[in-house]
């Protein structure tokens, strides 16, 4: 994996060499980038023999960017998003444990990414940072649970404990690496105000994709909640739309 | 040198490049004096509004009112790209004399001669014509051709007669209707349609030829002007005149080049006055003879004359047409045609400088284009194509081999160079040609001789005389089927120890000056050590020129969009070519870049300069940009002009630049909606319809007057929307990369 990224730096460090114009030789930029993406996960799960609606998953960014060639800029960017997974089932059982839970809970992230914007001047024409652009991202993300809202989905029985607030099971998701790929159009108003409407499609390398699953989410440990907390997380990068709001730092010299 | 030194031969090059007194030894080209005209002031968005006031809008239909503001708004922004294209001319001596005759010819109708504003317009064709606001354009090649002033009178009748009858006009009117199938036109394939179109064009030449006549019959011109106009126009494909080619011009000391390399009889003019004109915009030669002798009637020659106003002046002019014409050949790179026009003028003028140049151009074209292969295939028309004397010039230029005609241009141009040892475009070509003989062909200083051996002069003369042992036996049988209908193949004996170029240079090696500089080419290296050998790299798409300053001529932006009927939008154009000139200040200035422009829009009456200036550079960038595209470096023809203009303006580069701004027409509808099937791509296609396919193009030439190349070539495309932000992100670009 290391090679692989250490490849992308160097081609793309290669690719970088040449001059940098910027916008008015204005090169630094700042945005905030709301996104939003469907839920595909829950597409079809069920509660009993209802099919529940398409969820959407939130997301907010804020990328720094920065020119590095005239087609090239670099994006280093946190990105903080909110995902519900939905009808829970959880329970685990041995001799002195009796355990369970059923219902949604709320997910957090937080991801670093590094992406790589090309806005291609001799295929597309754009000099960084304005026009259209192809963009390649790197994110490491970490989830953790932030709230969870028990539901009587199996209705109570004496034989299982059942946890009514899931944040009280200790577990730690796992950090997991992303990658992206997206494009989109980045425009210039009055020479330092930014707007970039994009888009982006996206998989884990921790967690490859598997197949949409139509049913609930069903585990019995921390480590299976882990990982398919984990991989709703990715699938939030499935498709996602931006809208960002920047602003154009003047020329350093 | 000092400061007032300085300023005062500056000001001394500013005025010596334009003067108005044309000394034909130094010929420096026709260009604008005085006052610059409202023709050209105005803008063409006002000259629009204007027209548009005058109109009638009582009685007339919402059609006739809608296919007036196409024609006015089409024929203003046309007249005018014209106007400033350089090739215009005002003020100067055969302007104010085609406006002499234009008097005389209207003495009784004062409005007339008022509306009617005759210019020259700087072009090989013979030919003369009329915009629809009363301008009328005669090309210095029609003045080169006309034998005297009543014939020009004639044709100035004819053109003011389009202006009189609105033929502009009707005609645009009647391919509105031709376009739309309307009346007469219903049902018509496409064919018909443009038959049409030349039937109505013939009718209303026809018409104008008579109207002519009876205006012609009220002047004191010749009546006999009338068919000789017509004779005239009939031979006007050929060079003005058909004196036959001296085969003894090359020769040089006993220098001689074979008989072979020349025809021995060129083919007879073939014009014929009853050609078919079906698909001709005018009628032919017999019938618009006949139409206007019969017009003419029995009106006697009784004090009417061949010249009105002067003949001397008329003489005058005729030769600045033909001087001019021979720049322009050359500046369109028909060196052949140059080279023919400049020998008639040398017969006149056999010591004058600026012919002995024209001819050293010619010669160095040529050699150039065939030492880079690419003389058939880019300037070249076959001899079989041409007529009468001119004929011998395509044939040995294009019979003698590359080799020999460096060689022979080298031995011909260097003379010219010692008569004028401060010319460095001679010493320039002198130069190239020495590196083109010694390393490009490959051939040995000491293969020239230097002594002619004892009947050398009848030897090595006539090629078909020569044994045809040293031909092969394909070249045999090639002789043998090309004898019967050519003349014969000339071959040479490559290898012989008297070919005839090895005598070439026998005089010329005795020159001390000429030897040391084939010996200094013959130790050149590489090609990029000899002056002239740099060039423009099209492979590099990225630049560092590292200017300070730069002149931008004439910034250019069109903007376009083909969903409607007039796709290009004339009015936005204008208003965006005004405004891009402060965003290319703009980023100037955050470069720290100084630039200076020159332009011909917008400006005011006294800014002729410019307008001399804008016409130069387009000049020479036309020339440029055709040897780029045949990928031949060489020197310009009117290079000398673009550094005096450097000198004038102490300012070494020029940018061109330019925008192009299309909204294309929204294409492949069904198959994007058929794509929304598959779901995701449902929001790329409601983005992709709901906005307009734009695109921008840039493009940006910068060029140095001092090497005479282009240094970059900058174009950029993106399907984007023209808007501010694109404009200053690309022409900021463009800037640093002249400045770094």
Redesign the interface.
């Known amino acids: 994996m290391k090679k692989h990224i250490l490849f992308v730096l160097i081609f793309y460090t290669a690719y970088a060499n040449c001059q940098t114009p910027g916008y008015m030789g204005r090169k630094l930029s700042i945005a905030y980038s709301p996104a939003i993406g469907v839920g595909l996960q829950d597409w079809g799960n069920i509660k009993g023999d209802e099919v529940t609606p398409l969820t959407l998953n939130f997301r907010n960014d804020l990328d720094i960017e920065y020119c590095i060639g005239r087609g090239l800029s670099l994006v280093p960017s946190v990105k903080y998003g909110t995902s519900k997974m939905r009808y829970v089932s959880y329970y685990n059982f041995n001799d002195t444990t009796s355990e369970g839970f059923t219902g949604d809970i709320k997910l957090r992230s937080m991801a670093f990414g590094l992406k790589f914007k090309n806005y291609s001047f001799v295929t597309l024409g754009g000099i960084a940072p304005h026009g259209n652009y192809f963009s390649f991202e790197v994110l490491y993300e970490k989830s953790h649970v932030a709230s969870s809202v028990f539901e009587d989905y199996y209705g109570t029985s004496d034989a299982y404990n059942i946890e009514v607030d899931f944040d009280t099971l200790n577990y730690e998701p796992a950090g997991q690496i992303l990658l992206t790929l997206g494009g989109g159009k980045q425009e210039i108003y009055r020479d330092k105000w930014l707007l970039d409407i994009g888009w982006e499609i996206g998989m884990s390398l921790t967690f490859p994709p598997t197949k949409f699953s139509n049913e609930i989410y069903y585990f019995q440990n921390e480590q299976d909640f882990s990982n398919f907390a984990n991989k709703h997380i990715a699938k939030t990068y499935l498709l996602n739309f931006s809208v960002g709001f920047g602003y154009l730092f003047p020329e350093f010299k | 040198m000092n400061k007032t030194t300085l300023c005062l031969s500056l000001l001394c090059i500013s005025v010596s490049c334009f003067s108005q007194t044309i000394d034909f030894n130094q010929y420096e080209g026709l260009y604008s004096y005085g006052q610059v005209p409202e023709d050209f002031t105005k803008l063409s968005s006002e000259k629009y509004l204007e027209d548009m006031e005058k109109m009638n809008t009582n009685n007339t239909s919402e059609q006739n009112l809608k296919s007036a503001d196409n024609y006015y708004l089409q024929s203003n922004f046309i007249t005018d790209e014209i106007l400033h294209n350089g090739r215009v001319v005002f003020g100067d001596p055969v302007t104010n004399y085609l406006n002499e005759i234009k008097s005389e010819l209207l003495k009784g109708f004062p409005d007339l001669n008022n509306a009617i504003r005759i210019y020259t317009f700087k072009s090989k064709e013979v030919n003369a014509f009329t915009f629809g606001n009363g301008i009328v354009l005669v090309s210095t090649g029609l003045m080169a051709q006309v034998k005297n002033e009543a014939q020009l009178a004639f044709i100035l009748c004819h053109e003011f007669e389009h202006y009189i009858e609105k033929h502009s006009f009707t005609s645009y009117v009647e391919s509105t209707k031709r376009s739309r199938g309307d009346g007469a036109y219903k049902n018509l394939n496409k064919v018909a349609l443009e038959m049409e179109r030349y039937k109505y064009s013939k009718d209303l030449e026809g018409a104008a030829d008579l109207k002519a006549v009876e205006l012609f019959k009220k002047s004191k011109y010749s009546i006999n002007a009338v068919e000789g106009a017509f004779t005239m126009l009939l031979y006007s494909y050929l060079p003005y005149a058909n004196n036959p080619f001296n085969l003894k011009f090359f020769n040089y000391g006993s220098f001689r080049i074979p008989k072979g390399y020349f025809l021995d009889s060129t083919k007879a003019i073939s014009a014929e006055e009853d050609y078919n004109d079906r698909t001709s915009t005018h009628p032919n030669i017999k019938k618009r003879k006949q139409s206007t002798l019969e017009a003419l009637g029995d009106v006697g020659q009784f004090d009417r004359k061949d010249f009105q106003v002067s003949e001397e002046n008329f003489q005058y002019v005729q030769k600045i047409c033909r001087y001019e014409n021979v720049k322009i050949y050359l500046n369109e790179r028909n060196y052949e045609y140059a080279f023919y026009i400049n020998y008639l003028l040398m017969l006149e003028d056999p010591g004058n400088p600026t012919l002995q140049k024209n001819m050293a151009k010619a010669l160095y074209g040529i050699s150039v284009y065939k030492t880079a292969r690419s003389y058939n295939a880019e300037i070249h028309s076959s001899w079989r194509k041409t007529e009468g004397s001119v004929q011998q010039i395509y044939y040995m230029a294009e019979r003698i081999p590359a080799k020999d005609f460096s060689i022979l241009a080298l031995a011909k141009i260097w003379p010219v160079y010692k008569q004028n040892m401060q010319d460095k475009t001679l010493e320039k070509m002198c130069d190239e040609l020495m590196y083109d003989v010694l390393k490009e062909h490959r051939v040995k200083l000491k293969d020239f001789k230097t002594a002619h051996l004892a009947g050398a002069d009848t030897l090595m003369l006539d090629l078909s005389l020569q044994p045809a042992d040293t031909l092969s036996v394909k070249e045999k049988e090639k002789l043998t089927k090309k004898n019967k209908k050519t003349p014969p193949v000339v071959t040479e004996t490559k290898s012989g120890e008297n070919a005839y170029w090895k005598f070439a240079f026998v005089e010329l090696l005795k020159d001390e000056l000429f030897l040391k500089k084939m010996q200094q080419r013959e130790n050149d290296k590489s090609p990029e050590e000899i002056a002239g050998k740099r060039g423009y790299n099209s492979k590099r798409?990225?630049f560092?020129l590292g200017l300070n300053k730069a002149i931008v001529v004439d910034p250019v932006y069109i903007k376009v969009d083909e969903r409607t009927n007039i796709p290009i939008n004339y009015i936005e154009s204008e208003q965006s070519r005004l405004s891009i000139s402060q965003t290319i200040e703009e980023?100037a200035d955050?470069?720290e870049l100084q630039i200076q422009f020159i332009s011909n829009i917008n400006k005011e009456s006294s800014d002729v300069l410019e307008f001399n200036h804008i016409a130069m550079l387009n000049d020479w960038m036309a020339e440029k940009i055709a040897h780029l595209g045949s990928e031949v470096d060489i020197l310009n023809s009117n290079q000398e002009e673009f550094k005096a203009l450097s000198r004038h303006y102490d300012i070494e580069d020029f940018m061109w630049i330019g925008v192009l701004a299309i909204t294309e027409k929204e294409s492949g509808i069904v198959l994007k909606i058929i794509n929304t099937l598959l779901i995701?791509p449902i929001?790329f296609v409601i983005y992709d319809l709901l906005t307009k396919d734009r695109y921008t193009y840039f493009f940006s030439i910068v060029a140095n007057a001092n090497t005479d190349t282009i240094d970059m070539v900058y174009f950029?495309?993106?399907?984007?929307e023209d808007?501010e932000?694109?404009q200053?992100?690309?022409i900021?670009?463009i800037l640093?990369?002249m400045k770094?």
């Open positions: 798409d990225e560092a980023c955050t470069l995701a929001p950029n495309g993106t399907a984007l808007k932000a694109l200053k992100s690309n900021y670009y640093l990369q770094n």
